[in-house]
């Protein structure tokens, strides 16, 4: 089975159009690692086709704030703003579907999905020391995770952790270890945050145990423009064409 593995859309249309145009051909199934909404301005549209297109993902810290799950003051004022807005755009039914999304871990044929950690779904699991802490957690040698919108991820070995990949190029491969466990994160289609405004993701052929990192080009003004006309924050298609 080949995995198109995808988190934090984040109500980017054009940036996850681009992703399903490059890896067209390349996957048999679609798993999602959380935050479908927030921050972008077409959270029906991209909602709409998770529903379509995604048969397991884990809810986002976003997706709960956006159905009202979740207290907005925890937010800071630009997030806040934003989720907002979005509970006021969704549609009934694409509001139901995100306030239905089950809580991570999530697993099925050896890999596992969560959001922010195996042990917390709002963490952030950011270094080596992070993801070590989290051994014990780990439900699968292969677990996805999102949330820090930064590419790469973690290898443990007899209980030590070494960075898998700091992705640095628009396609890197890595050989996954049979005995090895492992949290990745692809990374964030909608809204980098490593310096490359690019959408992020990532691939995963568990017959052949390769893991492919992927970055794809995107119309980031058009989606900068849908902000904008939203009467969003500025600040948030600012960061898009930043990359952070």
């Known amino acids: 089975m080949r995995y198109l593995i995808l988190s934090d859309l984040h109500a980017n249309w054009e940036a996850l159009e681009a992703v399903l145009a490059d890896a067209q051909g390349e996957y048999d199934r679609i798993v999602c690692c959380g935050d479908v909404v927030g921050y972008g301005a077409d959270p029906n549209r991209v909602t709409e086709w998770v529903r379509q297109n995604v048969p397991v993902i884990v809810r986002g810290n976003h997706d709960r704030a956006c159905v009202g799950l979740d207290d907005l003051q925890w937010f800071n004022p630009v997030a806040r703003r934003a989720a907002e807005w979005t509970q006021t ?12 999304l089950e809580r991570g871990p999530r697993e099925l ?25 989290l051994w014990p957690y780990l439900p699968a040698p292969l677990t996805f995770f999102g949330h820090t919108h930064l590419q790469g991820g973690f290898q443990f070995i007899r209980k030590q952790v070494r960075d898998v990949l700091k992705a640095t190029t628009a396609r890197e491969t890595v050989a996954v270890d049979p005995e090895g466990w492992y949290l990745i994160n ?17 691939l995963y052929d568990n017959a052949q145990r390769l893991l492919t990192f992927r ?8 989606a900068q423009r849908k902000i904008h006309e939203a009467g969003l924050p500025a600040a948030l298609a600012l960061r898009l064409a930043r990359g952070e």
């Open 186 to 202: 692809p990374g964030s289609v909608g809204q980098p945050r490593d310096g490359d405004p690019s959408a992020a993701w990532a």
């Open 89 to 100: 755009e969704l549609t009934p039914d694409n509001f139901q579907f995100l306030r239905d």
């Open 109 to 133: 044929n050896g890999i596992a999905l969560v959001h922010g950690s195996p042990a917390d779904e709002d963490e952030y699991v950011i270094t080596a020391d992070d993801a070590a802490q």
């Open 215 to 222: 970055r794809s080009r995107y119309d980031v003004a058009g």
